[in-house]
């Protein structure tokens, strides 16, 4: 797009890049408290147990122990969807669920007294993955909740929050259908998004009532409103953000970690702060929700779908934060994708004895959609279409609709996406390279590559308040008061380009407070792809607020309309006539100018992103590499190129693309311990293995704000694992209808192993994989059981 | 977890002798003992550095020796200061990012510069380890391939994808002069 941006859409020094590169950004860790004091958790070595008895005496005898807190020493605080997770519990209910605090002078003294703490457990039965939770007799891992099925919907969502997807007459829909497939599928692999920088926070509490909080957290602000619930709305939190190593959605999950340091900060007097151990942040932190459908699909043969029918089963793990949440966008997405008149799509959110799912990048659509679309797969395999050109049709245009979170309907008003798809496939070679469904692209002895595509979007871009401030400074500067914390996407940067464009002064001369909530006003924090139109909104609206405040005090004082005023570089003029003019210095140094922005959610339009890829399968070893990803997507204005090469980049780290190839978290189902929490054994991707990558960026003007663009950063993860899926497929002949494909599932559907040669496998959830060894296809394919009521794979 | 003893407050080690260790041009001895400042047999670099120096750009993600973050030059080879013992460290010369800047003008070292140039970091945490690894690899090999340079930042783990940024600003120094 041609224009005449002074900053929009130029690659601008990022705020915090001297600090970055000379390590003076200072995160969490890296600051200094006066006085302070180190908290550890204790944490359970079984997966289900009532606490009989706490014997703390040893521990407090230490020298250095401050504190130590049990259930016992605690008001009956509590979080969670629904409220009722409590910050200590007498019964602990997955592998390092809490048990006890300690507050010591040094982190080692704090982890001896852990050594010293005695705890008589009575360890219960538990259930670790969808299948034994729901089993009749099932052990209950909330006695409120005796099927361990979570209610639905989340209060921050309103009343009607978004459940599930029924519209229009789904047997009618079916009757309609020139072909029908159902079966269960799943995603289970509940990777880890794993930032490098785990999780903390540093508490001061302050009596009576009011703590001071300072972390690792991606929205700060939202902190302050979930920490006053948990302390039964009796406390007043100031929070602070630092510079974020990496949040990747995780990190607005964390409310249990600040909740014990306000407790040991509370009971000591002294500032504490806890900051959990990598193999915490593995085994305790949230991993993605694990996912599983039964689903019927009903589609034309021309790919249009008629029908939408089944149950999305999610496994939260031991508690919700925001797994309801992430069910309704997750719901609201798949009909973003699957443009469909008649749905009747269920849900049931089940706990389980292990560690927390929450939010992620994909927010549930990813998860949905990597157990949706391999049955889309069959589908468009028997009506014999080209999964690009399906997926494409589907997708949500103008004219179309869909639910939303809140359970309205949306007319969407964003704009066709079929361009950047169309380029995105012209990009990648798609219909040269496409040969049909279970076809490889070439074959070398016993290399195979395979293709692949996905897509997503979300209407998340307009989602949930934002407030913003714009002060402006009588020497030509300005002020930003905002609450975002600096979590990699260069946001904070992007804020200060989009007040330099209003304000037409140079980025360097605009300032920008903390991530206060004692400074700023309200934020919910840059999640999902809403920085971009949101966030963005809120501080071009503060800008423009006081923009208009100058020009109308240079109106008074040159005698000419507002209207008739432009302003630049510090000077107020008049249009066509620049030797008449008023310096902002004439507002004087005794005179504050500050503009109020507010954005209002807004659900009416989405981001998209398409993902190609291209893998080499070795069938000797099993072993699966991705060899070309192209991403496509339309942002309707690029405000930092290289911020957002980044992100689309991100494609295959935090739990994206890779979650399909290698990465997942083992359960051991006997114990309940996590086997794999460490960057050892947890594998990621190195610089050694890069795909060569392609973004098509294209730039479609937005309805949204003054630089009509919109934010695409959150869905770069969530398009790809289901196309490696079906690359995979593409590649053996057969399908690959589990996360992630390792070797030994690779080898599995090639026919050459068989499950009893493989131990780790016990650790997995898994389906029987019907059509094990028919490569080149023929046999029934879809993988049937697993799921409840004993449903059967089939095709019309 | 590991698990690490505490020292009584205040023991003194039997062990008098200082360790001699050289950060970013500056001589420190340092004094074995648990009081503020000495170093405990359990300290590792990374420990001394942040907490004991105050040179808190060296990051901890990990601390096993997995991701790189924790990554500092001593004598010329790139190494993990999470996985070495202070105690180990006398008469090392160690630089960490806070050690790359031009002493006499302030001035940024090149990979610093290329590293803001082209944006090669989005969180930034991983990027004081990336930076002195590739120091370390144009410190042996000022002119290497991009194979070699990708060989040389295998062992540090990048989340938000940064790789490619990454590897277009090393290039862009190890290309000079070529």
């Known amino acids: 797009m041609g224009n005449d941006y002074r900053y929009i859409g130029k690659a601008i020094k990022r705020r915090d890049a001297e600090g970055i590169v000379t390590g003076a950004a200072q995160y969490l860790d890296d600051l200094k408290f006066q006085n302070l004091l180190h908290g550890k958790v204790m944490r359970s070595p079984y997966a289900h147990a009532l606490i009989k008895s706490v014997d703390k005496s040893k521990a407090l005898a230490l020298p250095g122990v401050k504190a130590v807190l049990t259930w016992a020493d605690i008001p009956d605080y509590r979080g969670g969807t629904p409220r009722n997770v409590r910050i200590l519990d007498k019964k602990v209910r997955c592998v390092g669920d809490v048990v006890a605090l300690v507050a010591a002078t040094t982190e080692e003294i704090a982890e001896e007294a852990i050594a010293l703490i005695d705890v008589e457990y009575e360890v219960l039965p538990a259930v670790f993955d969808i299948d034994s939770a729901l089993a009749p007799g099932a052990p209950a891992v909330y006695d409120e909740f005796p099927d361990n099925i979570l209610p639905g919907g989340t209060i921050i969502y309103g009343p009607n929050c978004l459940k599930g997807v029924v519209r229009g007459d789904v047997e009618k829909g079916f009757t309609e259908a020139d072909v029908i497939t159902e079966g269960t599928f799943g995603y289970e692999n509940i990777p880890n998004a794993l930032p490098p920088e785990s999780v903390g926070a540093v508490a001061v509490w302050e009596e009576p009532d009011k703590v001071t909080i300072q972390g690792t957290s991606q929205a700060p602000y939202m902190d302050k409103v979930t920490l006053f619930h948990v302390f039964n709305r009796q406390i007043e939190v100031r929070s602070i953000g630092c510079q974020v190593g990496g949040g990747f959605g995780t990190k607005f999950t964390c409310w249990q970690v600040q909740s014990y340091a306000i407790l040991l900060s509370r009971a000591t007097g002294r500032p504490v702060k806890v900051m959990i151990s990598k193999e915490e942040h593995m085994a305790t932190f949230v991993l993605r929700v694990g996912s599983r459908i039964h689903a019927r699909v009903g589609m034309k043969k021309d790919g249009t779908l008629t029908a939408v029918q089944g149950t999305w089963y999610v496994d939260t793990g031991y508690y919700s934060f925001t797994t309801q949440a992430q069910v309704a966008i997750g719901s609201g997405e798949l009909m973003i994708m699957a443009q469909c008149p008649n749905w009747d799509l269920k849900n049931i959110v089940v706990v389980t004895n292990r560690n927390a799912s929450g939010a992620t990048r994909g927010f549930g659509g990813q998860e949905l959609k990597c157990a949706f679309i391999p049955l889309l797969c069959l589908a468009m395999e028997k009506a014999g279409l080209d999964p690009f050109e399906v997926l494409k049709k589907n997708f949500v245009k103008p004219g179309g609709g869909y639910y939303w979170r809140d359970g309205n309907w949306f007319d969407f008003r964003g704009i066709d996406f079929s361009k950047a798809m169309d380029k995105g496939a012209e990009t990648f070679g798609w219909k040269e390279k496409w040969k049909g469904w279970l076809k490889p692209v070439a074959v070398n002895g016993a290399k195979r590559r395979g293709i692949g595509v996905g897509v997503h979007g979300n209407a998340d871009i307009g989602e949930d308040a934002s407030e913003a401030y714009v002060q402006l400074g009588y020497n030509g500067t300005a002020t930003i008061f905002l609450c975002v914390a600096e979590h990699g996407t260069g946001q904070k940067s992007n804020y200060i380009k989009m007040v330099a464009e209003v304000l037409q002064i140079p980025p360097d001369r605009i300032s920008m407070t903390p991530a206060d909530s004692l400074v700023t006003p309200f934020e919910f924090g840059p999640v999902g792809s809403r920085g971009t139109y949101a966030i963005g909104s809120a501080v071009i609206n503060a800008a423009e607020d006081a923009r208009r405040q100058i020009l109308e005090m240079a109106a008074r004082k040159l005698g000419t309309p507002p209207e008739d005023l432009d302003t630049a570089d510090g000077v107020v003029f008049v249009k066509g006539h620049p030797e008449k003019h008023m310096k902002w210095r004439a507002m004087g140094n005794d005179r504050t100018i500050l503009g109020y922005g507010r954005f209002d959610p807004d659900f009416t339009m989405c981001n998209c992103m398409m993902s190609f890829v291209e893998v080499e399968v070795d069938t000797d070893t099993g072993k699966v590499d991705l060899v070309r990803v192209v991403n496509a997507t339309d942002v309707g204005q690029i405000i930092d190129p290289p911020g957002l090469e980044g992100q689309l980049n991100g494609c295959f780290g935090s739990a994206g693309i890779d979650s399909a190839i290698f990465e997942e978290t083992i359960l051991d189902h006997r114990t309940g311990h996590i086997v794999n929490a460490n960057m050892i054994d947890y594998k990621w991707r190195t610089f050694a293995e890069l795909p060569v990558i392609d973004n098509v960026v294209m730039e479609t003007p937005f309805p949204s704000h003054r630089f009509h663009a919109v934010g695409v950063g959150e869905i770069s993860t969530s398009p790809g694992p289901s196309a490696v899926l079906m690359a995979v497929s593409n590649a053996i002949g057969a399908w690959m209808h589990e996360y992630p494909m390792t070797p030994d599932r690779v080898l599995k559907a090639l026919g050459w192993v068989e499950d009893a040669h493989l131990p780790l496998y016990e650790g997995r959830p898994g389906y029987p994989l019907a059509g094990r060894g028919s490569a080149g296809g023929g046999g029934d394919r879809v993988p049937a059981g697993g799921c409840p009521g004993n449903c059967e794979g089939g095709t019309k | ?178």
């Open chain 2, 1 to 178: 977890m590991a698990t690490r003893k505490a020292s009584k407050a205040g023991k003194r080690a039997a062990d008098a002798r200082p360790i001699d260790l050289t950060v970013n041009r500056q001589v420190y001895q340092l004094s074995r003992g648990s009081r503020p400042g000495e170093v405990e047999p359990f300290h590792t670099l990374s420990h001394t550095l942040r907490e004991t120096l105050g040179l808190t750009g060296t990051k901890i993600s990990c601390d096993e020796g997995a991701c790189g973050c924790c990554t500092v030059i001593m004598d010329g080879k790139a190494v993990l200061s999470c996985k070495i013992l202070t105690v180990e460290c006398g008469g090392k010369t160690v630089t960490t990012i806070e050690g790359l800047k031009d002493p006499k003008t302030g001035e940024f070292d090149a990979l610093q510069q290329a590293f803001i140039d082209y944006t090669a970091f989005q969180c930034g945490f991983c990027t004081p380890g990336m930076i002195l690894t590739a120091k370390a690899l144009l410190n042996e090999n000022p002119h290497p391939r991009e194979d070699e340079v990708k060989e040389a930042l295998s062992g540090n783990f990048c989340r938000c994808v940064s790789h490619y940024h990454v590897l277009r600003a090393v290039m862009s120094v190890a290309d000079k002069g070529r």
